[in-house]
């Protein structure tokens, strides 16, 4: 029924605005008594062989929602209700910021793909916070946090760290965002010695935290194998807990969209089927480098069931969705977790 009646629908409008249409229909709908435990009954599949443990956290299953998604915290309380058993929110910079000017985010339907250029727009940490607080649910929250666009990368730290402390009694895991490609040089974040002062800067407060709270990485699927081998040893090196492999690309390589079309884009980061193999690659490299030991959510080019399996052999320990959930519906995330039943 979505790929048939509703996606040709909403297709016809801006993916930005669809985006906040969708939203806010859903909470108009959820807001109706009975109408959550319903989707909830259709979408989620409960197994005990689906739950997994992961950095001291217990997922119900392996399927999540991707950054990005639910930039401010606003509808993840309904978005459980999708089966997904864990939402990541943001990415949160310490001052709340507009983002990039529209359009800003664009489909490639030929190539199942997106391309975006939304730059950080939310509503701040401190918001953001306010709300995880009043709106708790049993499904885990990990808190995307990353730079102000105006904050220079030498004084970057101090946004991480902020933003840290602000989300740190409201999430139960934290992502370091030093790959999106649409916050000009903030993937040089993701060097040696940057890096280095961000992973220093957060162990230092986590050590001074009652709770430890896992902190995992996002990496960017442009990175060459020596940057992740640097970034391997840098989680070794600071006991961070994971990676999230991966972020969008710059790439343009080998897309069926039109390149008059892909010109017209212009710049942002690529998502969805395009970059399936290169996150698979990344997540396989990874897992081999670490002897499997190292926590890994995949994330990147899963449009379909045989996707999710495809990461999670390659070595991911959980999967993410973002760009699938806008061409497969949310029937995609039941579909996944039965086909893992399945193997
Ligand atoms: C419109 C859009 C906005 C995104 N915003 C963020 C973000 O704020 N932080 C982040 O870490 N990733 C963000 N992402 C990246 C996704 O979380 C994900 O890593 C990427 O899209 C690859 O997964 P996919 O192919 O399933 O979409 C965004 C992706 C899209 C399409």
Redesign the pocket.
């Given at each position: 029924m979505y790929k048939r009646i509703i996606r040709p629908l909403l297709f016809l409008l801006n993916p930005e605005t669809v985006h906040h249409l969708v939203v806010a229909l859903i909470r108009i709908f959820f807001a109706i008594p009975l109408v959550k435990p319903l989707v909830n009954s259709i979408f989620s599949v409960r197994e005990k062989k689906l739950n997994r443990e992961v950095f001291g956290l217990t997922f119900e299953n392996p399927v999540g929602l991707?950054?990005?998604f639910d930039?401010n915290a606003t509808f993840y309380r309904q978005f459980a209700a999708f089966g997904f058993s864990f939402i990541e929110v943001?990415?949160a910079t310490p001052v709340g910021q507009p983002g990039n000017d529209r359009p800003r985010?664009f489909r490639l339907p030929r190539d199942g793909a997106?391309i975006?250029r939304?730059g950080?727009n939310n509503h701040g940490a401190e918001r953001i916070a306010k709300r995880l607080s009043k709106g708790r649910t049993n499904m885990i929250i990990g808190g995307?946090i990353g730079k102000n666009t105006i904050t220079p990368n030498e004084s970057a730290v101090d946004d991480y760290a902020d933003a840290f402390l602000t989300l740190y009694d409201h999430v139960d895991y934290f992502v370091v965002?030093v790959s999106?490609p649409n916050i000009s040089d903030l993937s040089h974040l993701q060097d040696r010695d940057q890096l280095a002062g961000i992973f220093l800067r957060l162990s230092s407060i986590r050590a001074e935290m009652l709770r430890k709270k896992p902190i995992l990485v996002?990496i960017s699927p442009d990175l060459n194998w020596e940057q992740i081998d640097d970034v391997l040893e840098l989680v070794d090196e600071f006991n961070m807990d994971g990676i999230v492999a991966?972020?969008?690309t710059i790439a343009r390589e080998g897309l069926s969209t039109a390149p008059e079309k892909i010109e017209k884009i212009g710049r942002g980061?690529l998502?969805?089927l395009p970059?399936r193999e290169r996150s698979t690659e990344i997540i396989r490299y990874i897992a081999s480098k670490t002897d499997g030991k190292l926590p890994i959510i995949g994330?990147?080019?899963?449009l379909s069931a045989d996707d999710a399996l495809e990461k999670l052999r390659a070595g991911a320990t959980l999967v993410q969705?973002?760009?699938?959930f806008i061409y497969e519906g949310p029937g995609l995330v039941k579909k996944i977790n039965k086909t893992i039943l399945r193997h």
């Open positions: 991707a950054a990005g930039k943001g990415t985010s997106l975006n939304m950080f995307n965002n999106c996002k991966t972020n969008t980061g998502s969805g970059i994330v990147g080019g899963i969705i973002y760009t699938g």
